[in-house]
């Protein structure tokens, strides 16, 4: 297996461009550690709370939002159909369901190999897909856990869009 090298020097740690972003943006964040921050962001549905971590290994800014809903497992095997679902819909990005929790996140990443620096814009753009497609999709996850829909009746009813005016 070939060797890559990944001890580029940076101008400064990837997690201190959000810092700073998020103190400039008035979000609410906390810092406990060098390579985690978690941000809190109000939403029309719900308030998200988005871990970022800085993977040195890899040279990426990872980001988790996780909704503040636990999966029953009598709905688990629905939940998996409609974040399969989801996912199709997605550019960027993807769902999954963290076991040890039993909780639906939505998880992406910027690479950064070589050295390169995030951008207010890229980190601010990471914060933003996660919160857009939480926001898009939360709904069709209560349909499935309270309302007990399917996963192809719980997608539809979100991306259900509506053609003119009333």
């Known amino acids: 297996m070939p060797h ?3 001890d580029t020097p940076r101008a400064e740690h990837p997690l201190d461009i959000v810092e700073r972003l998020a103190c400039m943006k ?7 550690e060098l390579d985690e921050m978690s941000v809190a962001v109000a939403g029309r549905w719900a308030e998200y709370h988005i871990a970022y971590t800085w993977i040195e290994n890899v040279e ?3 980001v988790a939002c996780a909704f503040d809903i636990k999966v029953p497992d009598r709905r688990r095997n629905e939940v998996m159909q409609l974040i ?6 997605l550019w960027v990005g993807h769902f999954d369901l963290w076991s040890a929790e039993n909780v639906v996140m ?3 990443a910027l690479l950064l190999a070589g050295g390169a620096e995030p951008t207010n814009g890229q ?11 939480c926001e898009r999709y939360y709904q069709a996850f209560q349909f499935v856990l309270w ?11 979100v991306l259900f869009v509506t053609q003119g005016e009333a």
């Open 106 to 108: 939505f998880r992406h």
């Open 123 to 133: 980190c601010e753009t990471l914060l933003k897909a996660a919160v857009d497609a």
């Open 60 to 62: 990426a800014l990872h």
């Open 147 to 157: 309302a007990g829909k399917t996963a192809r009746e719980a997608i539809e009813g």
């Open 84 to 89: 399969s679902l989801a996912n199709e819909q």
């Open 26 to 32: 008035d979000w609410s964040f906390d810092r406990a």
């Open 4 to 6: 890559f090298s990944m």
